[in-house]
């Protein structure tokens, strides 16, 4: 068989090859995941400097703080899906408030240093139940993020 018996698409001889960049080596996109980092790590401060925790204790902050973290994102992605296409503001969003701020606001390595802590100082049943709750919380408020944000967009489609 020759080559023309097989459909070939047009391409332009002089057109320059743009390599498509992935995301994380885009300047404008770690430009948005910092910005929104600032923010949530400047809000995490200030609740942990509010709720302090001394390893010997329910370390509140981080509790609180990763149950928070969880139901936004969880409500933020499920709106941003129900919108279109993960482009444009949507993508700049995400970024910014999905892994900027949430990733910042949040923090598996603070609620595992506070098992650790708790289980050194001797708080091993508290230890426990903070790890267990802490999961299944967070897996439970990202659930109700995306259940209230399904909701919202029910709400508007019939309106």
Known sequence: MSDDTHAQLPIDPDA???PI???HLRPWAMAWIFAGGVVGTVLRYY???LLPHD???WPWGTFLINLCGALV???LLEGLVRLGDDAGWRLRARLCAGTG???AFTTYSTFALEIVLLGRHGYLGTAIS???LSVVGGVI???LGIVIMESVHRRRTRA
């Open 16 to 18: 320059p090859a743009k």
């Open 21 to 23: 960049r992935p995301l």
């Open 47 to 49: 609740i942990e400097k």
């Open 55 to 57: 390893g010997s204790s």
């Open 73 to 75: 994102l969880g409500g």
């Open 101 to 103: 701020f949430c990733g």
């Open 130 to 132: 903070y790890g267990l």
């Open 141 to 143: 408020t990202a659930w």
